[in-house]
């Protein structure tokens, strides 16, 4: 099990880790962080756990992970950044996770719209914001990233669309040093987003995403249709191009990269 005294050994972050709760199962590290009162969860909480019985995925889906194998957790901060950059935020946390993965892997990671991590094609990771709202202003983002790190068999449904870092480097990846890693890189990037023009990193995310300018399947709604990703818009929403070539944005909705 990671545990709290092996994580701080490592941990070089600065306020993520402040506080650190760890499990050996929970049914999800992000429901476990909107249940913490306030004095509970002091800006840069962590959650992490060894299993999730109900971990979330994106719409609604469940993440399915091997206990003990892979890296779910989930990070607690106060934006310190105004409103319009909120939308932006999933692009920063996936360049950290991404940085994270290959300092300790090599791996060369892609970036998919809109929350999604590859290696060669396949799903190596996935994230989860969710916010929770007072009179209209948003005062805490629960940010949740699983990784699969050492699994190496994913159900029938998912094996040909998933892997993981070992099945990747064909070798065990430490997790407490990866969990390290991506935290320090998500400072790095809170702190970017903070400063800098959120185009900064919108333009890095989208030297990663090799997906602009192919074919895509997209599926809104349950309605799936043919077209192509075009780019990513100053508000994160993908623009996609229609075959009668009709361009729009798309702010929610899967993405199938080819047909």
Known sequence: MINEHDIRQSLRAQFLGRRIYSFDSIDSTNTFARSLKEEACPNGTLIVADEQTAGKGRQGRQWQSQKGMNLLFTVVTQPLFVHDKIRVLPFAAALAAADGIEQETKSAIECKWPNDLLIDGKKVAGMLIETTMQNDAI?????????????????DDIRNKATSLKLHAQQDVDRVRLLCAVLEELEYRFDQLRHFSPQILLDEWKQRATML??????????????????????????????????????FAGDVTIGN
């Open 139 to 155: 005062m805490n983002v629960i940010l949740g990233i699983g990784i699969n790190v050492n699994q190496t068999e994913f159900a």
């Open 213 to 250: 300018g192919s074919e895509i399947t997209l599926v809104e709604d349950r309605t799936a249709i043919k077209a192509k990703a075009m780019d990513v818009a100053p508000n994160g929403a993908l623009i996609i191009e229609e075959s009668d070539g009709t361009r729009r944005q798309v």
